[in-house]
DNA sequence: TGTTCTACGTAGAACGGTGCACAGAATCGC
DNA sequence: GCGATTCTGTGCACCGTTCTACGTAGAACA
């Protein structure tokens, strides 16, 4: 009846320290190499420690101290910039011993929220935010709670978060420049609809105000943005007939690659010869964009470093820095065949 | 001086009960909806909750009980079949009320074990893994501290994880009967390399056997399997001298739109015709196999049931359940112009 | 009226760590 | 050789929950 099968306990640090001798106390002292242990103790715990396979408790930590792992909060999976970012992020953690665990917003605002809130509550210990839908006014009341790097979202006044950005706006003027440079003069912009007055902080709306000012910098005229609802089902129709339609330009600055790749594709099928008949440049150099079938001109952010310097501010914000910090980096075109 | 600034404390599960003037216990048995409260109670204890604002704390949650946290152990995450997989177990899992954290392993043996230590540690209930590298022996051991559910990884033998998998040895099949019904008898396959005999319960030489047995099912002699190291940067300059010269069968299936679209494209860019010089049909169905540019054909596994299954098995499991199940489901062929 | 049940609520011990206050040993300065 | 000063290591309270055991009041029963 009564097996006697010990239940295989998981090893606590109470273990440890039965096993090597010492006090509880002086085993977490030796896991976050903490001040006050000799070598001999720290090197007698170690052997402990490897030998009984010890891991500490995420949980049991959290209580108290540190968890040493930070949250990553996406907009969607499948968004192509993303794996640069997180690469980014990652290295930067890694080396400074921190973990990372993600959730998925899915450009959903209670979505977002609720992850925040799972990831405070998991007790971690800052959060990078990536494109992120929320308003600034609650990133601003979760920030209070938790040290919050945001990526992909403007807003150069908040004061209990940093943010870093590719500079949207320049980034915008950049491909204006380039396609006049080509002799380009029909010039518009497909920018991220609906349009949202209160988003003026996301990167669409600060692309359209780089494009915008370009325009009228090269003494273009009115500049002419067009919008296609991103959550209508019906969207890939209307960019066809506006394609076919008598207002399409003779170039095309469209806001991102998740854009860019199907106007391309929809122009293509419908005969139009790109650039011959339709000049192309989109954003966000996703790899798809570099295909040699697809061939679309955009400008690179720089994943990567965005990633990094975001983790940067972020450790040094879990390091005590009050003051918040807003990093700018200038974006650069990939030039290809579409212009 | 003394700045009078009530650190805004924490609301934690005292706070409510002093609030709503019972005691701790009760309020937790709210939280749980556990047996034993009286509808009066209950209703004043939500108030309580609802004014305060209070959330549980996961980790200390987790010391006891469970966390209602499940996670996601990916491969890497710009697979761009991930996406699918991952909406249905979101699907399922928040319908459960169960909440979703994810980690990377980046296809790196190490680093997806460290994912999964970590999160046995956060005391999580349970991972799905997508495509997991490791080996069954360890996720043997592993299994036995936390219910892992594995998509994309047949161990149909394994007694304490689950597996879920679209039958990729008939999807193999299918592909090839798919092109000898349109008159093709040259036909190879392009699998991951390099191979690995210890490997056989992955997804591509599962494939690769699917292949093998349907070339000999339509007497078409030896089976023709290429491999190119996939890590290895000359790759795509062995893929363009491997279709430039003599060995080029007249047909391809390639395991997977990974090296699908590449081939595509370079096959393309050297000026052959697709299919009449070369048919193709890859793996996966994702979307950059869809556009109209590419148009490759490709099989579909479905990626949403295949999170959505693995889900259900990880809740049963969670549940209690104690043998093991393994699930699979039939893939089924997109046709598109590639062949 | 007294006894047994049932339903409700509570007290208090876990859970596995951290971090503070402190004691004893070792080292130092003179 | 002695007090003062560091350096090590320990004991213990605490973090925010869950969960077991138990007390109590009222209903049902005899």
């Not at 097996?3 to 306990?9: D, G």
């Not at 040493?68 to 992020?89: E, K, M, R």
């Not at 090269?218 to 209508?232: S, V």
């Not at 990093?327 to 579409?338: A, E, K």
């Amino acid at each position: 009846m009564n097996e006697a099968k010990p239940p295989p306990q998981r090893v606590t640090i109470r273990t440890v320290a039965e096993d090597a001798g010492v006090s509880v106390a002086a085993v977490s002292k030796v896991m976050r190499n903490a001040y006050g242990v000799s070598e001999a103790l720290r090197q007698n715990v170690l052997e402990s420690i490897e030998r009984l396979n010890y891991r500490p408790s995420n949980a049991a930590r959290g209580m108290r101290g540190q968890t040493y792992t930070l949250g990553v909060v996406l907009v969607g999976i499948d968004n192509p910039f993303l794996p640069q970012v997180f690469a980014g992020i990652a290295s930067v953690a890694n080396a400074a011993g921190y973990k990372i665990l993600m959730g998925v917003g899915a450009a959903h605002m209670p979505m977002e929220a609720s992850l925040i809130e799972q990831m405070i509550d998991s007790h971690m210990d800052g959060i990078v935010m990536i494109a992120a839908q929320l308003s600034g006014k609650l990133m601003e009341k979760y920030a209070r709670q938790i040290p919050i790097a945001v990526i992909g979202h403007h807003e150069p006044l908040a004061q209990t978060f940093d943010t870093v950005n590719a500079n949207d706006s320049h980034g915008a003027k950049l491909a204006v420049r380039a396609l006049v440079a080509k002799g380009y003069r029909d010039i518009g912009m497909v920018s991220l609809g609906p349009y949202r007055p209160h988003d003026t902080y996301d990167v669409a709306p600060q692309r359209e105000i780089g494009f915008a000012s370009a325009i009228v910098e090269a003494g273009l005229g009115a500049p002419k943005i067009f919008r296609f609802d991103n959550m209508d089902d019906a969207r890939l129709g209307k960019i066809t007939s506006f394609l076919a339609g008598p207002d399409r330009p003779r170039a095309l600055f469209v806001w991102s690659d998740l854009d860019g790749i199907p106007i391309l594709n929809v122009a293509r099928q419908m005969g139009l010869h790109v650039p011959e008949d339709l000049a192309l440049i989109a954003y966000d150099n996703s790899p798809v964009a570099a295909l040699p079938l697809i061939d679309l001109a955009s400008m690179d952010q720089s994943g990567i470093r965005l990633g990094q310097l975001a983790t940067d501010a972020l450790l040094s914000r879990i390091g005590g820095r009050k003051a918040a910090q807003h990093v700018l980096i200038d974006p650069s075109l990939t030039i290809r065949s579409s212009f």
